[in-house]
Antibody
Framework: QVQLVESGGGVVQPGRSLRLSCAAS????????MHWVRQAPGKGLEWVAV????????FYADSVKGRFTISRDISKNTLYLQMNSLRVDDTAVYYC???????????WGQGTLVTVSS | QSALTQPASVSGSPGQSITIFCTGT?????????VSWHQQHPGKAPKLLIY???NRPAGISSRFSGSKSGNTASLTISGLQAEDDADYYC??????????FGTGTKVTVL
């Protein structure tokens, strides 16, 4: 069965960096687009980054553009989110999700909490 | 990318039907048939209920149905059940190629 497991969250000071990982299993990782979505405590969902299945395109929310980078390692079936210059308002649970078709996020991980605080 | 607009809360009694509306713009809902709906229980990851406006993934109850008209999408839950008590989020593909979510609706089963 499809499984997505995030890791790498934690407490980090403003301005520092963190890399999140999302280990995928149960499907052919190289043939699906992958997304990162976040949810600040008590708030709604926010799309963060998109990676097309052929890696030809990557898209980012304006709030993270220039600071976050989405990537993947097919040999490890793992999706990454490199987060630099972290800000307090980046504090959130970060979910990775598989996309089916154009924009249907059909499988989600359990999320990993990132807390940016001094 | 401004969030799509949803009512903060909707409530209904068991067995009733409720509809949640999601309003966007011509840059998202109005231009693409890529509207999804997700259900989220407290402390859990979102779960896909509807994709591409009106399609249900395997295993999703037929009590959930979606539609779209112009810049507004809607999710109808018929035969409301206790387990439907949760947060619901619409989302849409956008002209900037990254999706946008709705503000979220808390459904309360009375």
């Amino acid at each position: 069965q499809v499984q997505l497991v995030e890791s790498g969250g934690g407490v980090v000071q403003p301005g520092r960096s963190l890399r999140l990982s999302c280990a995928a299993s149960g499907f052919t990782f190289s043939t699906f687009g992958m997304h990162w979505v976040r949810q600040a405590p008590g708030k709604g969902l926010e799309w963060v980054a998109v990676l097309w299945s052929d890696e030809s395109n990557k898209f980012y929310a304006d709030s993270v553009k220039g600071r976050f980078t989405i990537s993947r390692d097919i040999s490890k079936n793992t999706l990454y989110l490199q987060m630099n210059s972290l800000r307090v308002d980046d504090t959130a649970v970060y979910y990775c999700a598989r996309v089916s078709g154009v924009a249907a996020l059909d499988y989600w991980g359990q999320g990993t909490l990132v807390t940016v605080s001094s | 990318q401004s969030a799509l607009t949803q009512p903060a809360s909707v409530s209904g009694s068991p067995g009733q039907s409720i509809t949640i509306f999601c309003t966007g713009t011509s840059s998202d809902i109005g231009s693409y048939n890529y509207v999804s709906w997700h259900q989220q229980h407290p402390g859990k990851a979102p779960k896909l209920l509807i994709y591409d406006v009106s399609n249900r993934p395997a295993g999703i109850s037929s009590r959930f149905s979606g539609s779209k008209s112009g810049n507004t999408a809607s999710l109808t839950i018929s035969g409301l059940q206790a387990e439907d008590d949760a947060d619901y989020y619409c989302s849409s593909f956008t002209s900037s190629s990254i999706g946008v979510f709705g503000t979220g609706t808390k459904v309360t089963v009375l």
